[in-house]
């Protein structure tokens, strides 16, 4: 190995290949990664599509799919989850609305 490859697989620099004049990513094995794997962040199995439906928004036509986990309790877990970190955000941001009203006032 080059001390220059070992230099690029050190700082992990996208560089360009002095032979073949292609870039070269050190650390990103492309073939492992899978653009359409939808996870589950619960239980990591492949989630399903539950529902899809298309949508004209101004002039473009958008697709849109729900996903579900295949486990029906995770499924269960992980939108009592979701549910209550929406409901935290929508708390923290009427909190921070409010403090930035009594300001306003004073």
Not at 40 to 68: H, L, Q, Y
Not at 75 to 90: G, I, P
Request: proline share 5%; hydrophobic share 30%.
């Amino acid at each position: 190995m080059s001390s220059d490859f070992k230099r690029l697989l050190w700082y992990n620099i996208p560089q360009i290949s002095q032979s073949a004049g292609s870039i070269i990513y050190p650390f990103i094995n492309t073939s492992m990664v899978k653009s359409n794997d939808n996870l589950c962040p619960r239980c990591g199995k492949p989630r399903i599509t539950a529902k899809t439906w298309t949508e004209m928004i101004g002039n473009s036509k958008v697709t849109f799919s729900d996903t579900v986990c295949p486990d029906k309790e995770c499924q269960k877990k992980l939108e009592a989850d979701n549910l209550a970190k929406k409901e935290k955000r929508e708390s923290l941001q009427k909190k921070r609305n409010n403090l930035t009203l009594s300001r306003r006032k004073h």
